[in-house]
């Protein structure tokens, strides 16, 4: 599948599309974003990832528990927040912030759709 928009990437979209790459929580994408993005606004980085999400290119997950083979625990995405979630969801400054306890558990992550994956970064 072509995707001819791709190469009107924005610095910014790629930022989240990386994000969503390595499958860090959400506040992981400030590190991808050039000043004065990097310490914008929810409503400013929403605009900039909902679209993103609405192309099919990214999905927003939580964190759930995982367990490897050999016992070892870690963290996983989990189901796909429903698109009429997002907005209050990315509303909420807390989930653009690591938090202080570094507990991912819960946490707002990006993954690449089977889409995304096709999108040159």
């Known amino acids: ?13 790629r930022a989240f599309m990386i994000n969503a790459t390595e499958i860090d929580i959400l ?8 000043e004065p993005l ?14 993103l999400i609405d192309k099919g290119w990214i999905e927003v997950c939580r ?11 870690g963290l996983q995405p989990g189901p796909s927040i429903p ?14 912030e690591y938090p202080d306890n570094f507990e991912w558990l819960g946490r707002l992550t990006l993954v690449l759709t089977e889409a995304g994956q096709q999108i040159p970064r």
Do not use: K
């Open 27 to 34: 506040p992981g994408v400030r590190g991808d974003l050039d």
């Open 83 to 96: 698109r009429h979630d997002l907005p209050c969801l990315l509303a909420d400054a807390d989930n653009w």
């Open 63 to 73: 964190c759930i528990p995982w367990t490897t083979v050999d016992g070892t625990p």
């Open 38 to 51: 990097a310490s914008a606004g929810p409503t400013e980085l929403a605009a900039i990832l909902l679209p």
């Open 1 to 13: 599948m072509s995707y001819p928009a791709t190469d009107e990437l924005s610095s910014a979209e």
